[in-house]
């Protein structure tokens, strides 16, 4: 993880905020930046519209990291969080990667110490750890398989049924799990902010408003939410899964980012943000909207801020990325 000393000389430097110039079509100048330095735009589909455009790749947590472990690339631009960043940079730790705003971190990843979960597992030591890939590299260095949502059912059904397990850091996830495959596994008490924001009564008022039309959440959602879903799934999942339906009008739990790729995807369809309890847009993720078309020009062109970790923790954080890889390859997911 780049230090804090780091990011000031960064920020006195001025990289972070560079005015650009407004007369520019960054379309154009990021499309040529590209080029002339062999890099890659890596985006999940959380970012804004004009960044998924704009990106190589648009994806999931899991299609992002197999992306990033195989890209001939010499730069990755990471449109996403830090953790994100931090797996493509463990996967290919002689790359370039870059992340346009190091302060886009993850309320759920920073919901789990590396510190205090180091001291959890210590009281459970005939556990085997599975994290959510939604948390730190140090966390990571701590954990036996990585999951994303796409792969946590079949991960944690990969393991005996009476081998003891510990899921880190999303509770929602964890309980959806274990109720899922059956399991007890013993959860981390952590979680995402924009998942936990949606007001179920809203939600329902909604659907009664609109006749016909299904919700549909993501996994970090409350299982009082996804209670009430007609299909519950991944980022990738959710996508599929409107598109194929029969269903023309979807309320969506999750980030508000994923409609643009949904409604690129099934134009004639409609798709609504499930409210939050609020007035306020607590379902667009604070973190992911950190990054702007602007920082990614920026970033591009002066080849800042950049992801550096620690060799050795690198190497301790991809042993347990690895094994989820395999694993997904073996599934063909
Ligand atoms: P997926 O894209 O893997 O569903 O993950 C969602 C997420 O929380 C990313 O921050
Ligand atoms: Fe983290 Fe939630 Fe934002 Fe995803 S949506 S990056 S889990 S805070």
Redesign the pocket.
């Known amino acids: 993880m780049i230090s804090q000393d780091n990011l000031k000389e960064l920020e006195e430097k001025g990289y972070l905020e560079k005015e650009v110039d407004p007369t520019l079509d960054l379309f154009d100048e990021i499309e040529k930046l590209k080029k002339e330095k062999n890099a890659v735009i890596l985006a999940h589909y ?1 970012q804004e519209g004009d960044i998924q455009d704009i990106a190589d790749f648009v994806g999931d947590s899991l299609a992002l990291a197999q992306k990033a472990a195989k890209t001939d690339a010499d730069i990755i631009l990471f449109a ?2 830090n ?1 994100m960043a931090e797996t493509a940079k463990i996967l290919s730790p002689e790359k370039k990667v870059l992340l346009p705003d190091l302060n886009a ?5 920073e919901s789990c110490p590396a510190d205090e979960f180091a001291a959890f597992k210590a009281e459970r030591p005939d556990h085997i750890v599975i994290s959510y890939v ?1 948390c730190s590299a140090d966390v990571k260095a701590l954990t036996d398989i990585v999951c994303t949502s796409t792969n946590a059912v079949q991960i944690v059904e990969s393991l005996p049924e009476d081998q003891k397990i510990i899921f880190g850091p ?1 509770r929602n996830l964890g309980a959806y799990l274990n109720k899922e495959t059956g399991r007890e596994m013993v959860i981390w008490d952590g979680s ?4 936990e924001i949606f007001s179920l009564e809203k939600i329902v008022a909604l659907k009664a408003e609109n006749h016909g039309s299904e919700i549909i959440a993501h996994p ?1 959602c409350e299982a009082e939410l996804l209670e009430y879903a007609s299909f519950i799934g991944s980022t990738a999942a959710l996508l599929r899964y409107s598109k194929e339906s029969d269903c023309d009008t979807f309320i969506v739990a999750t ?1 508000s980012g994923i409609l643009h790729q949904m409604q690129k995807d099934a134009p004639e369809k409609t798709f609504i943000p499930a409210p939050p309890l609020n007035t306020c847009a607590c379902n667009d ?4 909207r950190l990054n702007t078309l602007e920082k990614l020009y920026n970033c591009l062109k002066y080849e800042v801020p950049e992801m550096n970790l620690d060799e050795r923790l690198i190497e301790e954080a991809k042993r347990p990325i690895i094994k989820m890889l395999d694993i997904s390859a073996k599934l063909g997911l």
């Open positions: 959380y996403g969080v953790f971190g993850c309320s759920l990843a939604n999303d995402c902010m924009v998942h970090e980030e993720c604070p973190h992911m």
